[in-house]
């Protein structure tokens, strides 16, 4: 049992030493499914929950977001306040642990499109707004802390 132990315990400090931590790291207290949260996300609003996913992208201009797939057909986006913290491009294709509050924005077209425009030009992308037909909802991840992994 001992060596069980032992092990684990080797294992869990090889993941806090290879990691990267925003504002003291992400807190596992508060580990949540994401299927669980977007399956009812209103009864998750105003309460802090920690979401882990893979990093798909990173804000190219200041890094102040980073999008998180946190499903096999769901992304959200971890974002912050330019310079709270800093979200290195090297995350792209990590797992990561985000810990803060759920917010949904519901756009009509005319924003949807600017939202849009916005994050193509961050990530120096191309963006015809006249392919966008339809406004959308995004759900961001407002974070106060965060793990990235190696």
């Known amino acids: 049992m001992r060596q ?29 499914a994401a299927k669980e949260v977007l399956r009812d996300i209103s009864s998750y ?23 998180l797939k946190v499903t096999d057909n769901d992304e959200i986006t971890v974002k912050v306040k330019d310079g709270v913290m800093v979200f290195p491009l090297s995350a792209v294709g990590r797992s990561a ?15 949807t499109r600017k939202y849009l425009a916005h994050k193509a030009l961050e990530n120096a992308e191309p963006f015809n707004p006249n392919e966008v037909t339809t406004p959308m909802s995004v759900h961001i991840l407002k974070p106060s802390s965060v793990t990235i992994l190696q």
Request: glycine share 10%; aromatic share 6%; net charge positive.
């Open 45 to 67: 609003r105003n309460k802090p929950v920690t979401l882990k996913g893979i990093v798909t992208k990173v804000c190219k201009k200041k890094g102040c977001w980073m999008a």
């Open 97 to 111: 642990f985000a810990t803060g509050e759920i917010v949904t924005r519901v756009m009509d077209l005319e924003k």
């Open 4 to 32: 069980v132990l032992f092990i684990l315990l080797l294992c869990g400090g090889s993941l806090t030493a290879n990691a990267e931590e925003f504002a003291g790291g992400a807190d596992m207290s508060k580990l949540v």
